[in-house]
């Protein structure tokens, strides 16, 4: 395993796009405790202050961070589909093999870079949630309460990235590939959408909820807001239910994709 990780640290630190990707994303995460606290969004002129109006305290900390961080995994995503396209551009991973690496390894060493990612990713939002919380909540009774989003925002860190070796290994064009992503993504709300006009009932379970793009969404829903507390000074934020269902749910495609990946190249002639 180290040996796969030395071989792709080597590849990676010397391509300088994905360098300098990997150092925006972690820099940008790293210091998301901060820029939240000094960003205000604006209604008709009129600044909301998120910390005033309880956007950081327990529980709903949680939630709030791990959705907007979610929005940064595209940096990711992009480095995860160019690494492994770059391998057939430049034929790098013709000489892998040759050089006795397998093809297993090969996607394995691919995860185990991606597994890093996510890992250091939800590492750096808990870290994040957990100061800002202990620094705007006066009285923390439960300060883990809620906590569960955190393991939501792993898995659809794993499920996205997943998605996107299995892409990159299918079509083994970047532009190609990431512009595949995001259709496919594209099509899923639409489908969801489509079943939402055409429902008669108040049901929030939707068939289309089941695809992988949409499934892995549901584990970070939107947070929960009530504009009617703003007249009142009362905490605008209410902490949201997680799904656990939907873990299993998004655990059983990554293990797909993984699999998809790994029957995609043993077959192809590379």
Request: net charge positive.
């Amino acid at each position: 395993m180290i040996r796969l990780l030395k071989i792709e640290w080597n590849k990676t630190y010397n391509y300088r796009t994905a360098r300098i990707f990997i150092i925006l994303y972690f820099v940008l995460l790293v210091s998301m405790g901060y820029l939240v606290t000094i960003i205000n969004p604006s209604i008709d002129n009129l600044s909301i202050n998120l910390a005033q109006f309880g956007a950081y305290v327990f529980p709903y900390v949680w939630q709030n961070i791990t959705f907007f961080a979610d929005f940064g995994s595209i940096f990711l995503g992009i480095i995860i589909i160019t690494s492994i396209t770059n391998e057939y551009t430049y034929r790098t991973i013709k000489q892998n093999l040759i050089d006795g690496l397998t093809k297993k390894e090969f996607l394995l060493s691919k995860l185990l870079v991606s597994l890093i990612f996510a890992i250091l990713s939800t590492l750096i939002v808990f870290f994040a949630c957990l100061i800002l919380g202990l620094h705007y909540t006066k009285n923390p009774d439960s300060i883990f309460t809620g906590a569960e989003f955190i393991l939501g925002y792993f898995l659809k860190l794993s499920a996205f990235f997943s998605f996107c070796t299995l892409f990159a290994v299918w079509i083994r064009k970047s532009g190609f590939a990431f512009m595949c992503v995001f259709l496919w993504r594209l099509c899923e709300i639409i489908i969801l959408s489509i079943e939402k006009f055409n429902s008669d009932s108040s049901s929030s379970f939707f068939l289309s909820n089941l695809l992988p793009a949409n499934a892995a969404t549901k584990l970070l829903p939107f947070p929960n807001i009530k504009p009617q507390n703003l007249l009142t000074g009362e905490p605008v934020f209410s902490l949201g239910y997680f799904p656990c269902e939907y873990c299993i749910v998004v655990v059983a495609y990554i293990a797909i994709f993984i699999i998809l990946s790994y029957r995609l190249l043993k077959k192809r002639d590379l």
